[in-house]
Nanobody
Framework: QVQLAESGGGLVQPGGSLRLSCTVS????????MGWYRQVPGDQRELVAT???????NYADSAKGRFTISRGYVKSTVYLQMNSLKPEDTAVYYC????????????WGPGTQVTVAS
C-alpha cells in the first residue's frame, strides 16, 4: 500500500520562503512522477510542479522563477522550495505520485496548509 506524508507547511509573511517535503512509502512505480498541487476552498486542485524519476521538471506559470521542485538522494522524497511567497499562494498543498504512464496522480498525501499573510 502506497502512503504519502507531507511536511513543511505553515504561516509565512509575504516575500518569505517555505520548503515542503513529501515522502512515499510502500510499493513504488519504477519510473514515476512526483508532484505538488494546491487547492483553495471552492476551486479545483491545480498543478504547481512535477518531477520525474530522471529529473525532468514541469512548473505552472505561477511557480516559475519562484518555486523549485527537487528529488532527494533517496528518490522517494520530493521537495518544493518556495521563495518570494505571495498571499495568493495560500492554499492546501498536496503531494501526488503516479506512474510515468499515467497522466495524473494515483496517490495523494493528506495535504499541508500554507498561509502567506502579514
Amino acid at each position: 500500500q502506497v502512503q504519502l506524508a507531507e511536511s513543511g507547511g505553515g504561516l509565512v509573511q509575504p516575500g518569505g520562503s517555505l520548503r515542503l517535503s513529501c515522502t512515499v512509502s510502500g510499493s513504488f512505480f519504477s519510473i514515476n512522477v512526483m508532484g505538488w498541487y494546491r487547492q483553495v476552498p471552492g476551486d479545483q486542485r491545480e498543478l504547481v510542479a512535477t518531477i520525474t524519476t530522471s529529473g525532468t521538471t514541469n512548473y505552472a506559470d505561477s511557480a516559475k522563477g519562484r518555486f523549485t521542485i527537487s528529488r532527494g538522494y533517496v528518490k522517494s522524497t520530493v521537495y518544493l522550495q518556495m521563495n518570494s511567497l505571495k498571499p495568493e499562494d495560500t492554499a492546501v498543498y498536496y503531494c501526488g505520485y503516479y506512474s510515468i504512464t499515467a497522466s495524473s496522480p494515483t496517490y495523494w498525501g493528506p495535504g499541508t496548509q500554507v498561509t502567506v499573510a502579514s
